[in-house]
Nanobody
Framework: VQLQASGGGLVQAGGSLRLSCAAS?????MAWFRQAPGKEREFVTGISWTGSSTYYADSVKGRFTISRDSTLNTVYLQMNNLKPEDTAVYYC?????????????????WGQGTQVTVSS
C-alpha cells in the first residue's frame, strides 16, 4: 500500500487547513500522526475502515475532524482553529494489521509527510 498525503501549508492562528491522504489499496484503519521539531512523533487522530469509529488526541479534540471515503481509499483531516503548537510535519498512516489504534507500531504503512505551519 502506498500513501500520498497533500494539503499542508502555512496558515495564521485561528485558520483552517484540510489534509488528504490517498491509499493505493484497502486498509483496516488509517490515522494521522505529527512530529514537531525536536519531539517524538505523536498520534493525532484515527478512523476505522468503515468510518464508523473515530478517535482523537485530547490536544485536537473539538478542532480537528477525520473522515474517509472508502470508495476512494482516501482519508481527510479537517483542521480548524489552528494553533502555533499544531505546527509539525503531519504523516498519514495505514494499517493492514489492526482495525484501530493509537500506537505507532499498529501502522505498517506511512506517507511521506506534509508540513503544517501555524503562525501566531
Amino acid at each position: 500500500v502506498q500513501l500520498q498525503a497533500s494539503g499542508g501549508g502555512l496558515v495564521q492562528a485561528g485558520g483552517s487547513l484540510r489534509l488528504s491522504c490517498a491509499a493505493s489499496g484497502r486498509t483496516y484503519s488509517m490515522a494521522w500522526f505529527r512530529q514537531a521539531p525536536g519531539k517524538e512523533r505523536e498520534f493525532v487522530t484515527g478512523i476505522s475502515w468503515t468510518g464508523s469509529s473515530t478517535y482523537y488526541a485530547d490536544s485536537v479534540k473539538g478542532r480537528f475532524t477525520i473522515s474517509r471515503d472508502s470508495t476512494l481509499n482516501t482519508v481527510y483531516l479537517q483542521m480548524n482553529n489552528l494553533k502555533p503548537e499544531d505546527t509539525a510535519v503531519y504523516y498519514c498512516a495505514a494499517s493492514t494489521l489492526y482495525t484501530s489504534g493509537r500506537a505507532i507500531d499498529h501502522y505498517n504503512y506511512w506517507g511521506q509527510g506534509t508540513q503544517v505551519t501555524v503562525s501566531s
